[in-house]
């Protein structure tokens, strides 16, 4: 039985079409066998970002309404054979995506990928819910700025009331993963600290992922910017958070931090 | 902007801090209800049942500090309007 993973954060443009790219091919890169889905109805764009927008011909839509078998909206990726991609529908209403459709397509996902990586809409609506509603694991994409992180605090709201684990009274399991972090602007005193938002939402760490024009540069180009260049910073950062996922204690460091000569020498201090 | 100007701005971060968590704290205690909602819409009912209120005459002020919400109601009642009641 596979994973369910929700790549969510409320706010808009923080980085989960992104993360959920990079995170998919991570885990696929090491032949896990994965699919990312896209829950954005009506706005899809996961498939723009893995670049196989012009390779969707059924979508989940289709799948959930019976007009397509899940094989056949299945999108094999173009690099790593065990990566799949289930698009969302560009030109349906989001009211065709229906709890128990949801429920049932998930459930067959399961069964066959390890790991199955849902990529929610922005916003606290049916998508959202949907999209986090039968996830074993919740990955809260945050950026430090004020209303990213209070949005993630509703979020985290959410994930503790409207989840099926949280219906039966289990916890689900939640990860904070910070984007478009800066750390010369947070040691100036201009951005949140990493540790701020960690004391603030109170929810473990996943990965820092550092502010990077590596990020649009793989988007342009329709890779997962862990394809896209493997050893840039922000795919380390990815590659990082995916090797925790899978459950290794590998201790965070934050990426592009100026180190004191004691701490060259020393080493930081795991967080 | 001369150089003195570097030493003097003030860093955004602690206040960007200090700002969600008080917040935050008032949205997690009331999650799903909105008290200071509820309380306006009660207190101004309550009155318009004896006075004829006007809405362009009635300001409501709120303010949230760390441990308390202090919720501010002025109503604007005429003379007439109170004698008729």
Not at chain 1, 35 to 51: I, K, T, Y
Not at chain 1, 167 to 179: A, D, M, P, Q, Y
Not at chain 1, 237 to 264: H, M, N, Q, V
Request: glycine share 6%; with cysteine; aromatic share 4%.
């Amino acid at each position: 039985m596979g994973k369910v993973i929700v790549v969510t954060s409320g706010k808009g443009g923080v980085g989960k079409t992104t993360s959920t790219a990079a995170l998919g091919a991570a885990l696929a890169s090491k032949g896990e066998r994965v699919v990312v889905v896209d829950f954005d109805v009506g706005l899809r764009n996961l498939d723009l970002v893995m670049g196989a927008e012009r390779r969707v011909v059924y979508d989940l839509i289709n799948v959930i309404q019976g007009e397509a078998k899940l094989s056949q909206a299945l999108i094999r990726d173009k690099r790593l054979e065990t990566l799949f991609l289930l698009p969302a529908s560009q030109t349906r209403d989001k009211d065709n995506l229906t709890p128990e459709g949801v429920e049932r397509v998930i459930a067959e996902l399961r069964r066959v990928f390890d790991w199955v990586i849902c990529d929610s809409p922005a916003g606290i609506e049916s998508g959202a819910t949907l999209a986090m509603r039968h996830a074993d694991v919740a990955v809260v994409v945050t950026n430090p700025e004020v209303s990213s992180v209070r949005d993630s605090d509703r979020i985290i709201g959410l994930l503790d009331s409207k989840t099926v684990k949280a219906e039966n009274g289990e916890r689900i399991e939640k990860h904070l993963l910070l984007t478009r972090y800066d750390s010369n602007r947070a040691e100036r005193g201009d951005m949140l600290k990493v540790d701020d938002v960690l004391e603030i939402l109170s929810i473990p760490l996943i990965g820092i992922i550092p502010e990077s024009m590596d990020v649009l540069r793989a988007s342009n180009i329709g890779a997962p910017v862990t394809l896209a260049d493997a050893t840039s910073m922000p795919a380390m950062a990815y590659f990082d958070a995916a090797r925790r996922l899978s459950g290794e204690p590998l201790p965070i460091t934050i990426p592009g931090e100026k180190r004191s000569f004691f701490g060259k020498i020393f080493g930081r201090k795991a967080a | 902007m001369s150089i003195f100007s570097l030493f003097r701005k003030q860093r955004s971060a602690p206040a960007a801090r200090e700002r969600l968590q008080v917040l935050l704290a008032h949205e997690r205690a009331s999650a799903g209800t909105d008290l200071v909602a509820v309380l306006r819409e009660e207190i101004l009912a309550v009155i318009a049942r004896h006075v004829e209120v006007d809405s362009d005459r009635v300001t409501v002020k709120l303010d949230r500090d760390e441990n308390v919400s202090i919720l501010e109601i002025d109503v604007e009642i005429p003379i007439h309007a109170a004698l008729a009641a």
